[in-house]
């Protein structure tokens, strides 16, 4: 187990190197640059500008270097958009933000989506079945820049209930709107991943056997079924906790949190090179670990896998 | 004391201090208008970005300039209506020539740590943002301002000492230009050639802006700054006018989002914030007292690309002409845009001061007349239904670009017969595009840096490095020229005007309004000043009725 642990985290760095080059190359295929605007600079300013960024240099020493100060210093750069900051700070101050509100949504939709999900197999085709199923339909139509204006227009000026956006240190009344509109979608996924691998689980036969031994259902369900019909959730969640903690543009953008996720976006459209580069080592990374912990916890979960 | 009698001592002091706030709170009178004023002075606006920085020198945007406004003093202010007023310096002399300008600065004005403003601090500022090694993409507003070896500091081939700025004593400063420019005062309230703390700045680095290290000689200090969601801003109790200032705080709310902004000005998040485009109407009429429309000095227009890589119809006068008759402009500002915008026919601002639009044959026809010249030209250039016009619009993406390119392309097809292509490009894109001539027509915003014709009429120069279209007239050259050096340019920007619009060097299509939603208790914004050069000790939140 060890050194399959140790032999994924060793693949991990050439992943992040691709990951890096690519970044890299598609950056710079983007026409225009940083510091590209209406009124295009003096030459002289420019210069000043390439020279201060090292962006007068090829390409493949940029990147060098790049990659040369984050393994030796654990430095990203300075961001060339906002010129007070660097990456680390960029990072530093929106990734919390998004790890809190994209931490609750993941408890959420986990407890959410696996209740629906489970409560609409255990009553296969009744109306708690159709109900279930078309919460999580609904849910999962019904987008999140859909969701998020309507969650404004309810909460803060229609009932007055809860402040319009912002994040003031991540008090809870700043965290609801984010959470159920960064949240709906995936508890519906997982509503449904879990209906369907629930109702597959409950039609094998060791669930026969344990019904055969006059087992309680709520034992049938708790100790025997839920545990192998959560190993699709399981894979499903690795990547969606990454998605989910490193924000997300839309809750970002409605509800002016801060948080990093509007990075994704404006960094490409502002051409931030640092910022973009920063962001996607920082997402590659989060999802090589996620998918490592995911498959660590399906051994832990299904005894017949070994690695 | 007792525990009895310390309470009652507590609770007599804190009646007496009920009742004096009440008293302060029913006599407090706004000095000039005598309006009553709210208790709780404090001013909340929606920005739509980050600040991509709040350092003077650095500053490259609007939002970060009123920042700077509040924090920062320069030389000179502007008052509600955009005139220059006394800032640090209590006034200046010019020479006789023109050209050197002698400031003489307050000896009150004191920094937040109790150090004196100076005419050196002056000279690092201005020096700073010339510099090489702050590489300041805003180094080229120096230029604009006309302080002398602006350029050749920039570009590395002069010391920073050769700028024309010059301390001649604490509190006497000199700055030398390169030429007239009547302008120039106004110049000085920009946050490029601001006052700046080098031992500051020294200490902290990049953090020096940081609100635990800032030292400001404006009316207010940085309290807090969150990147990406909010910036607080509080009464310094330092700054040398600190009595004249109403407003004790001062919270800009960083929303990307409009339509969110509006929600939350609705449930009263916000005292100021944007109107999406298209709803003024609406709000106008539901909140009268609170939708406002005023102008902005930026004008929205079409590029052609007469470039050698531009297409060889564009190069004939007739076909440019043909092409901006046929643009209904009434149309795209009171249908499209519907925000008090106004139709132009003329490149400047209409709301310059000083400007007065000289007669442009077409502006005085009516759309019906301009469409029968339109194909009249069109078919003399030898374009018509058998031999259409096929053309390429380019747009950066926005719904409103795309709103206004649409029913110009109509127009155009209808009128004209001209198939249009529209392409939209994403920002940096989109100027990398147009900056390199790859385009036929092209979508194109000016903004003034400074209330004068020349910030505008300057891109019809054909050194112009913002003028993307490669339009090219020497008699324009020679007349921008000589009106640099005259006493009164106005009749020549007339000229100039004049010429562009017979040349159809571009479409003008509307000159632009700001369009607002205002709480009805915030007082004094200055609508009339068209650059939107706000300070916030300016400002008063009245009592609500």
């Known amino acids: 187990m060890l050194s399959y642990i140790i032999r994924r985290l060793f693949v991990a760095i050439p992943t992040l190197l691709v990951l890096i080059i690519i970044s890299f190359m598609l950056m710079f295929a983007a026409p225009g640059g940083p510091f590209t605007s209406e009124r295009a600079l003096p030459q002289a300013v420019m210069d000043n500008i390439n020279a201060r960024y090292g962006l007068d240099q090829p390409y493949w020493k940029q990147m060098f270097d790049y990659v040369a100060n984050i393994v030796l210093h654990f430095d990203f750069g300075p961001s060339f958009q906002y010129r007070d900051r660097t990456v680390n700070d960029v990072i530093a101050q929106g990734f919390p933000v998004t790890l809190t509100y994209g931490f609750w949504s993941f408890v959420v939709a986990i407890l959410a989506g696996v209740s629906l999900g489970v409560a609409a197999a255990i009553r296969h085709n009744t109306w708690l079945d159709y109900l279930a199923v078309g919460v999580s339909i609904g849910a999962q139509v019904l987008p999140n820049f859909v969701m998020a204006p309507i969650l404004l227009l309810v909460f803060t000026l229609w009932l007055g209930w809860l402040p319009g956006g912002g994040w003031n240190g991540g008090q809870w009344q700043y965290i609801v709107m984010p959470v159920i509109a960064l949240s709906t979608s995936y508890m519906a996924s997982i509503a449904r991943i879990t209906r369907s691998s629930m109702l597959e689980v409950l039609n094998s036969g060791f669930i026969r056997t344990a019904r055969a031994k006059g087992l309680p259902t709520s034992r049938i369900i708790f100790q025997h079924a839920l545990k192998p019909a959560l190993l699709p959730v399981l894979s499903y969640l690795g990547p969606a906790f990454v998605a989910m903690i490193t924000g997300s543009v839309v809750v970002d953008v409605y509800f002016s949190t801060g948080g990093i996720g509007q990075f994704f976006v404006n960094s490409a459209f502002n051409r931030d090179y640092s910022v973009i580069m920063g962001i996607t080592i920082l997402v590659g990374a989060l999802t090589i670990l996620f998918n490592l912990l995911v498959d660590i916890a399906y051994a832990w979960i299904d005894p017949k896998i070994r690695y | ?545």
């Open chain 2, 1 to 545: 004391m007792t525990f009895k009698a310390t309470l009652m001592a507590g609770t007599a002091t804190a009646l007496i201090a009920l009742a004096g706030q009440a008293m302060a709170d029913a006599h407090a009178t706004h000095p000039v208008t005598g309006q009553a004023l709210a208790s709780d002075q404090s001013f909340t606006y929606r920005v739509l970005d980050d600040y991509p920085s709040i350092d003077p020198q650095l500053i490259q945007d609007v939002e970060g300039s009123s920042v700077a406004r509040d924090l920062f003093e320069g030389l000179m202010n502007e008052d509600a209506e955009g005139n220059v007023i006394p800032g640090v310096a209590t006034g200046y002399e010019v020479s006789e020539d023109g050209l050197v300008y002698t400031f003489t600065l307050r000896p009150e004005a004191k920094w937040s740590d109790g150090v004196q403003v100076t005419a050196q601090q002056f000279v690092d500022g201005i020096r700073r943002a010339a510099d090489p090694a702050t590489a300041s993409e805003y180094a080229w507003f120096l230029e604009v301002a006309g302080i002398a070896n602006a350029g050749a500091v920039t570009a590395g081939e002069m010391p920073v000492e050769e700028l024309g700025v010059a301390a001649i004593d604490d509190m006497t400063l000199e700055i030398t230009i390169d030429a007239p420019r009547p302008y120039f005062p106004q110049t000085s309230t920009f946050p490029t050639l601001f006052p700046a703390r080098l031992d500051k700045i020294e200490e902290f680095g990049d953090s020096w802006m940081d609100p635990e290290n800032i030292v400001v000689n404006g009316a207010y200090t940085l309290q807090e700054y969150t990147p990406a969601e909010k910036l607080v801003r509080v009464r310094n109790d330092m700054y040398w006018n600190n009595e004249a200032t109403i407003l004790e705080t001062v919270t800009a709310l960083i929303i990307p989002d409009e339509n969110a902004a509006l929600t939350r000005f609705l449930a009263g998040e916000l005292d100021m914030t944007d109107i999406p485009a298209g709803q003024y109407p609406r709000l106008a009429e539901e909140y009268p007292d609170q939708a406002i429309s005023f102008p902005n000095s930026c004008s929205y227009y079409y590029m052609f690309n007469m470039s050698d890589s531009g297409p060889e119809a564009l190069s004939d006068a007739r076909v440019r002409q043909a092409l901006s008759m046929a643009v209904d402009r009434d149309i795209i500002v009171e249908n499209v845009l519907a925000g008090g915008q106004r139709p132009a026919y003329t490149f400047t601002h209409w709301a310059i001061p000083g400007w007065e639009i000289p007669d442009i044959p077409m502006a005085n026809m009516t759309q019906a007349e301009r469409n029968e010249q339109a194909k009249a030209l069109m078919a003399e250039a030898g374009f018509g239904e058998d031999n259409p016009l096929n053309i390429e619009l380019i747009y950066n993406t926005s719904d409103s670009h795309a709103a206004i390119a649409v029913a110009i392309g109509q127009m155009w097809k209808q009128t004209l017969g001209v198939e249009t292509t529209l392409a939209n490009q994403e920002w940096a894109t989109f100027l990398d595009t147009r900056g390199n001539q790859n385009y036929e027509i092209a979508r194109g915003g000016w903004c003034a840096d400074y209330a004068e014709p020349s910030t505008y009429l300057d891109l019809f120069t054909s050194s112009s490095s913002y003028n993307d279209g490669k339009y090219n007239n020497p008699e324009v050259d020679a007349l921008m020229a000589e009106a640099k050096l005259s006493d009164d340019p106005l009749s020549l920007y007339q000229e100039v005007e004049s010429i562009a619009a017979a040349d159809a060097a571009i479409i003008p299509i509307y000159h632009y309004a700001s369009v607002k939603m205002m709480a009805p208790t915030l007082e004094n914004w200055p609508t009339e000043n068209l650059l939107q050069n706000w300070y916030s000790r300016d400002l008063y939140i009245s009592a609500s009725e």
